[in-house]
């Protein structure tokens, strides 16, 4: 019985301190730490929320600059790469089908699914690939939209950890409040 009574108070212990206090500790750290990410690096514009900045979003109306593609269609409880490989039947139909939409001379991250399905950024060359197309709808120079991708393209994290990207959100915002 004392055995039983021990393993229940180690037991209601454990539970206090992994399942109550270590989350409370750690959502606190990352609130004061990190606000803006900790609490899902909200987009506004105006009062409306938008978006997030650490997650794309679908996006297929020519006028604006699309993501790269999602194996989970954008969800975010089922995020995730779509694990098909390259002898994949299914994966080279889906490429097939992005090569007609986005063109033969598409670079492969138009044409290829991001690890987690939610990539909020591009490279400035994938999105330069579609700054005629979204120049052409809006009706607007492309040198005006080659030159907000420019302007909103991001340096390497850190200056050395990653590539220069820009965020497809911010693009599209950016382009939005273009007069």
Do not use: C
């Not at 997030?52 to 409880?77: C, H, I, M, N």
């Not at 052409?136 to 939209?145: A, D, F, L």
């Amino acid at each position: 019985m004392k055995t039983i009574l021990e393993s229940l108070r180690v037991l209601l212990v454990l539970t206090v301190l992994t399942g109550f206090a270590y989350p409370l500790v750690v959502t606190g750290v990352a609130r004061i730490a990190f606000r803006d990410a900790a609490t899902g690096s909200i987009v506004k514009q105006g009062t409306s929320e938008v978006g997030s900045a650490l997650l794309a979003q679908k996006t297929e109306s020519p006028k604006y600059f699309w993501p790269r593609p999602s194996g989970g269609d954008f969800a975010t409880v089922a995020s995730g790469a779509s694990n098909k490989g390259p002898t994949s039947a299914d994966l080279v139909k889906s490429i097939a089908e992005r090569r007609e939409k986005f063109g033969k001379d598409a670079p492969d991250e138009l044409l290829t699914a991001s690890g987690s399905g939610l990539d909020p950024h591009l490279s400035p060359a994938a999105a330069k690939h579609q700054a005629p197309r979204v120049a052409t709808e809006r009706k607007i120079p492309i040198g005006k939209v080659t030159a907000l991708i420019d302007q909103l393209t991001e340096g390497p994290q850190l200056g050395f950890l990653g590539e220069p990207r820009v965020n497809v959100l911010s693009l599209n915002l950016a382009l939005d409040a273009m007069k």
